[in-house]
């Protein structure tokens, strides 16, 4: 079963707009990783994120990290149409002794020119 | 430097045959791992192979196996195909001697059983 939920299911904005998505996972982990994948393709990796860290910074992309309350966000912003895709956040379980990636179902995002 | 590439894009099969899916890893990477992802769902992680054996199973049946080749490559088996294995199949890399270390994955290869 999956053990990640994001948060909304699916979000419009428009062109220029912050997009903000949330994730929550269930165990604990050694780092959170977001991702974004377009029309059923691969996945593209966004930023990763350690569990020891609170937040992280790439580009126009800034994601945070609570542990205590099990959750992410991920912030996109001043956003493109280019952006739209899905975008899931995936936690590696500390236990287990893989670094096998637990997803959610994803948040479907589409940014209106 | 190729990033993880799998073969091939898209599959169709009958219920009951078997289908083998490839994958090459990212460069340096000697990690690889399957995942599947039905229609509006997230990815489900299959199985990882490390050093040529399955290093953990995700909840799929004995249907499911795999291996992984001496230069890291893999391939993942399906046999006695069903209706509901039609899904996107996701390889993704990584570097297990290292933690906390980024998964790339590929572009998938869509399986449709008819």
């Known amino acids: 079963s999956q053990q990640g939920e994001e948060d909304p299911q699916a979000l419009s904005i428009q062109e220029g707009e912050n997009a903000t998505m949330n994730c929550s996972y269930k165990?604990?982990?050694?780092?959170l990783q977001w991702y974004r994948q377009n029309s059923g393709r691969g996945l593209v990796h966004l930023i990763l994120i350690r569990s020891n860290e609170r937040e992280k910074h790439s580009g126009r992309l800034r994601v945070t990290l609570d542990t205590s309350k099990k959750s992410s966000s991920l912030l996109i912003t001043a956003s493109r149409a280019a952006d739209t895709a899905s975008y899931f956040c995936?936690?590696?379980?500390?236990?287990?002794?893989?670094?096998?990636?637990?997803f959610g179902k994803g948040t479907k995002l589409t940014v209106n020119p | 430097d190729a990033g993880v590439t799998q073969s091939p894009t898209h599959l169709i099969k009958t219920r009951g045959q078997q289908v083998t899916l490839r994958c090459s890893p990212k460069s340096g990477h000697d990690t690889v791992s399957w995942y599947q992802q039905a229609l509006g769902q997230g990815p489900q992680f299959i199985f990882q192979y490390y050093e040529e054996e399955e290093r953990q199973r995700g909840n799929f049946p004995d249907r499911f196996s795999g291996h992984q080749f001496p230069n890291y490559s893999s391939e993942l088996n399906v046999n006695a195909l069903l209706l509901g294995d039609s899904a996107l199949y996701l390889c993704?890399?990584?570097?297990?001697?290292?933690?906390?270390?980024?998964?790339?994955f590929g572009q998938g290869t869509r399986l449709t059983v008819v």
């Open positions: 995936a936690s590696s379980p500390t236990q287990g002794g893989s670094e096998k990636l637990v």
């Open positions: 993704a890399s990584s570097l297990v001697t290292r933690m906390n270390t980024e998964a790339f």
């Open positions: 165990t604990s982990i050694n780092n």
